[in-house]
T-cell receptor, first 111, second 113 residues
Framework: EDKVVQSPLSLVVHEGDTVTLNCSYE??????LLWYKQEKKAPTFLFML????IEKKSGRLSSILDKKELFSILNITATQTGDSAVYLC???????????FGTGTRLKVLA | SQTIHQWPATLVQPVGSPLSLECTVE??????LYWYRQAAGRGLQLLFY??????ISSEVPQNLSASRPQDRQFILSSKKLLLSDSGFYLC????????????FGSGTQLSVL
């Protein structure tokens, strides 16, 4: 059965800290992995990863995929209170465009 | 540019009452459409998925149904709500083979009392 597992479930850090969020997956015929940030309502798209070892970067956020070990990490450097959110990762299941999501990591950044 | 509209934003309904949540997408054609539910503190659970008008895939046996009467319209319904139907409902769209990103509506917080 396809699945996505995220860790940790929650994390509390102080402004300026660096955090690493993990997403491991098991899916037949992997195609892509997506990261989202959910603050209050709609999850907003952060990254899509398809190739192993290639880092995607946007400002203080970056993500990388390891297709051999079946995981991805999301790094946030110099965290700010505005980074407080739930971070979700998702993968499309084999042969379909149905996406399964992990339970998310709830990040709280203290001033 | 593409936009997705979902309404209402919040809804409080008594047990046993009907439900209709609507989602529309603008700026694209033949999108894949999705209904997800998110329980408090949990991830997103896929409820329904549609690749075209009248084509609905149900992922979880439940008290809910979905319909796609037009290409860019997706409706989530129930004839009689249960307490367990409470949750945060999200509509999403994607372009399938063109681009595997999903884009979400702003969600509906449903409380069944």
């Amino acid at each position: 059965e396809d699945k996505v597992v995220q860790s940790p479930l929650s994390l509390v850090v102080h402004e300026g800290d660096t955090v690493t969020l993990n997403c491991s997956y098991e899916v037949t015929n992997f195609r892509s992995l997506l990261w989202y940030k959910q603050e209050k309502k709609a999850p907003t798209f952060l990254f899509m990863l398809t190739s192993s070892g290639i880092e995607k970067k946007s400002g203080r956020l970056s993500s990388i995929l390891d297709k051999k070990e079946l995981f991805s990490i999301l790094n946030i450097t110099a965290t700010q209170t505005g980074d407080s959110a739930v971070y979700l990762c998702a993968v499309p299941t084999s042969g379909t465009y149905k996406y399964i999501f992990g339970t998310g990591t709830r990040l709280k950044v203290l001033a | 540019s593409q936009t997705i509209h979902q309404w209402p934003a919040t809804l409080v309904q008594p047990v046993g009452s009907p439900l209709s949540l609507e989602c529309t997408v603008e700026g694209t054609s033949n999108p894949n459409l999705y209904w997800y539910r998110q329980a408090a503190g949990r991830g997103l659970q896929l409820l329904f998925y549609s690749v075209g008008i009248g084509q609905i895939s149900s992922e979880v046996p439940q008290n809910l149904s979905a319909s796609r009467p037009q290409d860019r319209q997706f409706i989530l319904s129930s004839k009689k709500l249960l307490l367990s139907d409470s949750g945060f409902y999200l509509c999403a769209w994607g372009r399938g083979t063109v681009d595997e990103k999903l884009f979400f509506g702003s969600g509906t917080q449903l409380s069944v009392l």
